[in-house]
Structures are given as C-alpha cells and as structure tokens.
C-alpha cells in the first residue's frame, strides 16, 4: 500500500522530533539491512559512470525498495541518508511505468541496443503529457525526442553506409563560395563549426560517431533519470513526495517551486515552471557532455556538434529549424568598396553550446509548443498519438546532409548594405 501525503508528512514529522531526543529509536542492530542502502553515493546519477540505477549495490524491485524507504521513514532516519533509496525508487518505479528494464539500459551499448529505450521514454513523456495538460516539459521532449531519435539513428548510419569524406567536400565547396564571394576574411569568421566539419571529414572514424552517440545516450538517460522520476512521484502522490526530493537533497529550492508552479492551475506560473525544468535539463542534466562532446578530438566534436544543428528540424509546429535561426551574416566590402553582407542559409552557432542552445529553445521552442497547448491541442494530441516508432521514423534528418550544404552554397548571397531593410 502507498504512503498518502500525510503520513508522508507525519514520517517527516516523527524523523524532525527523533532528531531532537523526542522520540525514543529502534534498538541497536535493528535496522542492520537497512543501514547497507543508507549514505550511498549516487554514483550513476551521471549515467556516463555506468549501466543500470543510481548505484550498484541497490535492489531493482520496487516493492523492496519502498519497504526499505518505509522502514528508514519510520525510525527517523533524515532523508539526505536514503536519498539513494528515494532516487532509485522512483527510478525504478518511472521505468517500469516506460517499459525499460532499468537494470541492462547502458547507453554504450549504442543507438541499435537502445531503440527500444527511446522509443518507450519519449512515449512515457507524450503520455504525460496527454494525461496531465501542466506537465508541458514533458510534452515538449516527446516531441522533440523522435528528432533526437532519429538524428542518432542517422549518425549510426554514418558510420557504416555513408560517405563521410561525402560531407566534407560539400562543407569545402561552401567555405569555397565564401573564399570567392567575399574573400579569405570572410572564411575566417565563418562558425568554427563549418570549418571543422571541412577539415575533419575525412578523418572521422566509426569509433567516432560511436563515441559521440554514446555520449549522447548517457545525455538522454541522464535527462530521464533526473526530470521523470520527479514527473512520476508528482503524479503518483503529489507536491508532498517531491518534498522528500527537496528534503533528500535531491534537488533545491528552485526546483520545488517550479512544481509548485507547475501545480498551480495558474497559466503563467505552469508555464514558468516548466520553464525551470528545462533550464535543469539544459543545464544541470547535459550542460558538462555537450561540451565535452563539443571537445571531443578537437575539430572532431565540433564539427560534429555543428553538424547536428545545422541538420535539425524541430517537430514543434512553427517552430523554425536552427539553420535559420540566427543565420550566418556577415560584413564584407564589395568590389566597388562599398559595404555589404554576405547571407549564408547555415547557423552562425553550435547547438552544444548552452547559451546558444537556450537562446533557440526559449525563443522557438518553448513559446511554440505552449500556443500548441493553449491554442491547438487536438492538433497537438493527435501528433503525440501517433505510435512512436512511426514519429522516429519520420525524423531521419541527416542522410541529405552534402545536398543540403551544397544548396546552402548556392543560396549564398552578397548585398549592399544600403539595399538591406
């Protein structure tokens, strides 16, 4: 039987007043089992460290696992010490809820050997979405998962059937535009991507893109590990079970208001708070692997990460792909000396930075998919209704990747500045 809210509250009330002498604890040796989950690091909480849960010596069954956390409640044991219990039980709890044995999921295993994980996480986070209108975060990635999905699934490909060096030559025949339209300076203040993406074509390996997929995968169960166990304590038992989280140390103060917000029925404070669980995710959750993605073998990384965006295109209605979200533009003097720009249809910034990242997520992303809910929801319900693997399916964006830069190089053009509106 699950804990209500109030005797969680009078577990929380019984552990304050043991805490102070009040209430007389269990005799020594009693909790012998207990005391082997309690004070364990979360060593996993970073799933780049290893497959499975939080740490390896806990259970996998929930029903043990939430005897442990009733036992540890009950004789006053302060949170921060089961806060490894408390994650891997609502973990273990939000996967089963997926689908995913919790136990085996291993983002090393690469893209192939975790299909079936994407397709049931981002599923569970539709599903949450279509159940509870509030959880808008949630919705989002769903959405956006079937283009990370499938960006992944191409990058697998890359790696096996397609022609790298391919890639490569068509970035150099855009940095060769360039060159000619407005000379070597203007190549010079290109995106380090672009230019990487030229240089290191030919020299990415399959190990490479595995390296980064599988970097990438920890990134996605790391984003899943954090935000749905919380989505799925506030379903299951409201604001009370997310204050153990704060209690635990699990998360702070900033986070136990935005579902407060999130719970609040109140338009702009469910969209404020949604709006902090995308700024942990963002950041708290994947911030460190993107730039170290980003870093990966030098010109590696970033080209990679470049071309990750300048490929991408957001499923979120209305919502313009990165490519033309803050295109690349630049001065240039003209052959008459007057002063121009040269328009480039490719991202002047790398997805992988987070203040760029944001930057397109809080302007395109976030208020897009919020007039979707408010103004479109049917439309918006039918797309999430959609089976899941046909959704990964349809996002398949980059094996066009040469054509796509080869138009890029096409579309470049070269005005007076006095001739721009």
Known sequence: MRIGPSLRSAALIVAAAIGFGLVATAPAGASTELDRYLDLPLVNRDAANGPGGVHPELPYDAARLRELLERARSEGVAPTRYAALLAQYWLVDATAKAGIDLQSWNPRTGVAANRDNLIKSYQYYENLQLGHRELRWAGMGGQVGADFGGGLIDFELLGTLYDLPGISEAARTVLGAVQNAAGPQAVAMLPPGLEALAEAGPDITPEDLRYINGMILVMQKNIFSDLMPMHDAYVSEGLPALEEFQ???????????AWRDVASGDEAR??????????????????????????????????????SGAAGSPSVAGVVPPREFHPIRMPVTLADGRPGQLTLPLPDWNWSVLDARWDY????????????????????????????????????????IPQLLLAAARQLSVTPIDQES
């Open 361 to 400: 997520i809080t302007t395109e992303l976030l208020p897009k998919y919020q007039t979707q809910v408010e103004t479109n929801w049917p439309a918006l319900e039918a797309a999430m209704r959609v089976p899941y693997p046909v959704q990964l399916e349809s996002k398949r964006p980059l094996l066009n």
């Open 270 to 307: 469910i969209t404020t708070g949604n709006r902090a669980l995308l700024r942990r995710e963002q950041q708290w959750a994947v911030s460190a692997q993107w730039d170290q993605v980003r870093g990966y073998k030098g010109s590696v990384g970033e080209a990679i990460t470049y071309l």
């Open 247 to 257: 209690a635990a140390g699990l998360f702070g103060s900033d986070i136990m208001g």
